[in-house]
Nanobody, 114 residues
Framework: QVQLVESGGGLVQAGGSLRLSCAAS????????VGWFRQAPGKQRELVAN???????NYTDSVKGRFTISRDAAKNTVYLQMNSLKPEDTAVYYC????????WGQGTQVTVST
């Protein structure tokens, strides 16, 4: 079975950086548009960024200029580089495909302290 595995989260101070990784078996991530999402406690899951199979990217306004989504096709892995982190970025971060989404993984916790 294909399952999504997110990693790279942790506790950082405001202004710090983290790089999240999204992995899945096979070529499902390389062949499709992939998005990073986040969900804060008591809030709805929201789209943060996405990247197409060809590398085209989009970002939600709140992270533009701070986050970068990328992919390594050879490793079938999608990354989210997060710089200049703010406490408002605190959430569980998830990845998923846009077309025919997979079951959600466990996500990875990102906590930004002051």
């Amino acid at each position: 079975q294909v399952q999504l595995v997110e990693s790279g989260g942790g506790l950082v101070q405001a202004g710090g950086s983290l790089r999240l990784s999204c992995a899945a078996s096979g070529s499902i991530l390389s062949a499709n548009t992939v998005g990073w999402f986040r969900q804060a406690p008591g809030k709805q899951r929201e789209l943060v960024a996405n990247i197409s199979a060809y590398g085209n990217t989009n970002y939600t306004d709140s992270v533009k200029g701070r986050f970068t989504i990328s992919r390594d096709a050879a490793k079938n892995t999608v990354y989210l580089q997060m710089n200049s982190l703010k406490p408002e970025d605190t959430a569980v971060y998830y990845c998923n495909t846009f077309l025919f989404p997979l079951p959600w993984g466990q996500g990875t916790q990102v906590t930004v302290s002051t």
